[in-house]
């Protein structure tokens, strides 16, 4: 039987979507979604989202209007996509699951988003776990920003050009750093190039290696950025894959990441074909 599928980016940040509502996937088809991200091989992309049925947040009595769950390229389950949950949301809206402005539950979170034409502004969780000063850093004429977990845990190191660091040697480094094991961490070089704006790329963890953007990663480096450099919100982030945004406040209470979306293409594949990697 064919099964359908969404293509879309949120910028630069390829994600396949299943509307799960009908549980077609359970979430421990690892194997399958490993193969299904594989680019050339398969459909290709950064990660698998998942729109699942409502619950209700155990942390807040306000019924979401669905759930998304997010698997990264390894086909493992992760906390959280920043980029992912904006196009999640994009999808509902697209798809009359929810309407433009929306509340939705990721890892037992409730999160608030609205669509604007082709963009999407997400609150954020209050980030948490910070450390200005990790003492990670190895390297010369790079500076430690800190660590901090915007969703998912993020090392975020401050460079004068972001375009003259090797990312994927210095990325896979800090990522299986000792510093942060078990869990690992996401590792992001910032540049700041004027007032307000910083130049940003991502190593993500899952993906193992730079992705073209990285929505937790543009939230930990805005929030490292003005806790050590001063920069006051709203601080733009330009990516690889586009221009995002981030407004906030002093206390990180209301911070929200705003960024493009664009559906890309629907398509089916054939289960059949990926037999051998169901489980």
């Given at each position: 039987?064919?099964?359908?599928f ?64 997010y ?9 959280m ?17 929810a ?75 800090y ?18 190039k ?58 990180f ?27």
């Open positions: 039987m064919p099964i359908r969404t293509k879309l980016s949120a910028t630069g940040n390829d994600f396949i979507l299943f509307d799960n509502r009908e549980n077609l996937f359970r979430g421990d088809e690892e194997q399958l979604f490993r193969t299904l991200c594989t680019r050339r091989l398969a459909i290709g992309a950064d990660g698998i989202l998942l729109i699942e049925n409502p619950q209700t947040s155990a942390l807040r009595f306000t019924p979401s209007r669905f759930t998304m769950r698997f990264n390229r390894d086909g493992l389950e992760s906390e996509c920043g980029n992912g949950a904006r196009a999640a949301a994009y999808y509902a809206f697209r798809h009359n699951i309407p433009a402005e929306m509340q939705f539950e990721v890892s037992g979170d409730l999160y608030h988003a609205v669509v604007i034409e082709n963009k999407v502004r997400l609150r954020m969780q209050k980030p948490w776990d910070l450390k200005l000063n990790p003492n990670a850093l190895e390297e010369k004429n790079i500076e430690e920003g800190g660590y901090v977990n915007t969703g998912v845990p993020h090392y975020v190191l401050f460079v004068q050009d972001v375009n003259q660091v090797d990312v994927e040697k210095l990325g896979k480094k990522r299986h750093h000792s510093t942060f094991q078990p869990a690992g961490t996401n590792v992001n070089f910032v540049a700041v004027e007032p307000a704006h910083l130049h940003l790329r991502t190593y993500e963890r899952g993906v193992e290696e730079e992705t073209l953007a990285c929505g937790t990663g543009t939230v930990a480096s805005a929030v490292l950025a003005h806790l050590k450099k001063q920069i006051p919100f709203p601080i733009h982030v330009t990516t690889r894959g586009g221009e995002l945004t981030v407004y906030g406040d002093n206390n209470e209301k911070l929200e990441l705003e960024g493009e979306v664009r559906l890309v293409y629907y398509g089916e594949f054939d289960l059949e074909n990926f037999a051998e990697h169901k489980s």
